[in-house]
């Protein structure tokens, strides 16, 4: 006779975290795919690159908590596409910095303005309050 598995998968938190960012995310993730032929990786360079302006890949992986090896080929991907320019620093050649190009400038205004309204969107689906709750739960756990 086996044992029952007790172990309810549908409540462990990191399980149920994931579900939830994969579901948020795919309306959102069907537009920047379906207009630009970006993954998840490129919109998120790009909106850093929007918000902050120049910055360097490391300075991007910090931010964004993504690996090296993914922004490196975002970074490369959104550079064939023409929407960022790297540029050497003449001091220390190891550092290239990042800067949006006035397509990638047209891309992440676009993309900016279908973020805010699928945020508002979502948020429409809860009471302000518990969005409130929520913004600073997730705020918490990212900071772990």
Known sequence: MTKKDDF???NFLPYLLNQAAEESSL???????????????????????GIYGRLTAK??????????????RAVARLEERRFLTRE??????RLEYLELTSAGRAAYTELRGVAID???????????????????????????
């Open 27 to 49: 309306a959102f993730q069907n537009i920047y795919k379906d207009r630009y032929g970006m993954l998840r990786t490129e919109w998120r360079v790009l909106f850093h690159l």
């Open 118 to 144: 699928y945020d508002a969107e979502l948020a429409a689906t809860f009471s302000s309050e518990d969005v409130t709750v929520l913004r600073k739960l997730l705020h918490h756990l990212a900071k772990l």
């Open 59 to 72: 300075e991007i992986c910090e931010r964004s908590k993504m690996h090296k090896t993914k922004i490196s």
């Open 8 to 10: 309810d998968l549908q």
């Open 88 to 93: 050497r620093d003449e001091a220390d050649r």
